[in-house]
């Protein structure tokens, strides 16, 4: 079983940069869907962006050119670097994989495994 720990959340400006990591344990990490997913106060889970196991990536479109996933799977970590950060991007950061290739890869429900969360807090 693939356990997920997040890392790199904070407190910054707005215009500023974060980057999130996630580090998996486990032999299966390679095989997993894995989702970047936010949820802000009084708000549902949100999909950030997913990376797909041959690396394809997909971004919600608020932070589309500002936010970059990224995998290494030799080290079995995912990262996303967000850049030009707003206001708006303030939330709980979660990283998530989701087991079977099939489904709705864009809803956090689809997903079977959670890391902690980490704040991301920015501000104006």
């Known amino acids: 079983q693939v356990q997920l720990v997040e890392s790199g959340g904070g407190l910054v400006q707005a215009g500023g ?4 990591s996630c580090a998996a344990s ?3 990490f390679n ?3 894995m ?3 936010r949820q802000a106060p009084g708000k549902e889970r949100e999909v950030v962006g997913i990376s ?14 500002r936010f970059t ?7 079995k970590t995912l990262s996303l670097q967000m850049n030009s950060l707003k206001p ?4 709980v950061y979660y990283c998530a994989a989701k087991v079977t290739y099939s489904g709705n890869f864009y809803h956090a ?8 969360g980490t704040q991301v807090t920015i501000s104006s």
């Open 52 to 65: 797909w196991m041959d690396d394809t990536t997909y971004y919600e479109d608020s932070v589309k050119g």
């Open 26 to 28: 486990g032999r299966a």
């Open 17 to 20: 940069s974060l980057r999130l």
């Open 109 to 116: 429900n689809e997903y079977d495994l959670w890391g902690q």
């Open 35 to 37: 989702g970047w997913f």
């Open 88 to 91: 708006e991007d303030t939330a």
């Open 31 to 33: 095989g997993y869907t």
């Open 69 to 75: 996933i990224s995998r290494d799977h030799t080290k």
